[in-house]
């Protein structure tokens, strides 16, 4: 079946520190990527996607580019701020029409915190 | 505004009770979800459906009943066969292949 791996946290950085969190995938064939990211008390937020190998997906100061080569979606931002700090969810859904192509499989989450 | 909706955002519920906690869509996705989160932890899939009148067990079902009469509703009723039901419940939506919106949540604790 399908798999999401994500770098355990916390993760806790100094504001305008360099932020990588690890994201990698078990799939068949080409699946669509996510990062989602979600505040306390509230519901998750599409932070940005990636549908095919070698897209980058970015909002916000946010990057990750889909590398099907190593199976990863690393999410990146060069500068972070107190108001990123917030759990970060990785996960993926299949090909339209494949196999399960309904069903999103997520990452267990990474707890961000940045310290002003 | 397109969007999904929970409701209530706070839900009591007392011992032996079966209390349901509503999802509503107005953004003609095809696919509902319902997710439990706990403290700390990540999501969990208790059911999904991938069109009206149809719905799959996801991986933590036991306790849980849905249904799925219209497109826009996926109502979940959390039942005293669930031993342990405070958490937080996530519903959401999607088209296939394109990422889930979410609502905002419906947390509910056992009184």
């Known amino acids: 079946g399908n798999s999401v791996t994500q770098m355990e946290g916390p993760v806790t950085l100094s504001e305008e520190a360099f932020l990588t969190i690890n994201c990698t995938y078990t799939?068949?064939?080409?699946?669509?990527l996510f990062w989602y990211v979600q505040y306390p008390g509230e519901g998750l937020q599409l932070l940005l996607k990636a549908t095919k190998a070698d897209d980058k997906g970015s909002n916000k100061g946010f990057e990750a580019t889909y590398r099907k080569e190593t199976t990863s979606f690393h999410l990146e931002k060069g500068s972070v701020q107190v108001s990123d700090s917030a759990v970060y969810f990785c996960a993926l859904i299949p090909l339209p029409g494949g196999a399960g192509s309904y069903q999103l499989t997520f990452g267990k989450g990474t707890k961000l915190s940045v310290i002003p | 505004d397109g969007g999904i909706t929970q409701s209530p955002k706070y839900l009591f519920r007392k011992e032996g009770q079966n209390v349901t906690l509503s999802c509503e869509q107005n953004?003609?996705?095809?696919?509902m979800y319902w997710y439990r989160q706990d403290p700390g932890q990540g999501l969990r899939l208790i059911y999904y459906s991938q069109i009206v009148n149809d719905f799959q067990k996801g991986d933590i079902a036991e306790g849980y009943s849905v249904s799925r009469e219209k497109k826009e509703s996926f109502p979940l009723t959390v039942t005293s066969a669930q031993k342990n039901p405070t958490a937080f419940y996530l519903c959401?939506?999607?088209?296939?292949?394109?990422?889930?919106?979410f609502g905002q949540g419906t947390r509910l604790t056992v009184v």
């Open positions: 799939a068949t064939g080409y699946p669509s």
């Open positions: 959401a939506s999607s088209r296939p292949g394109l990422g889930a919106f």
């Open positions: 953004l003609n996705h095809d696919a």
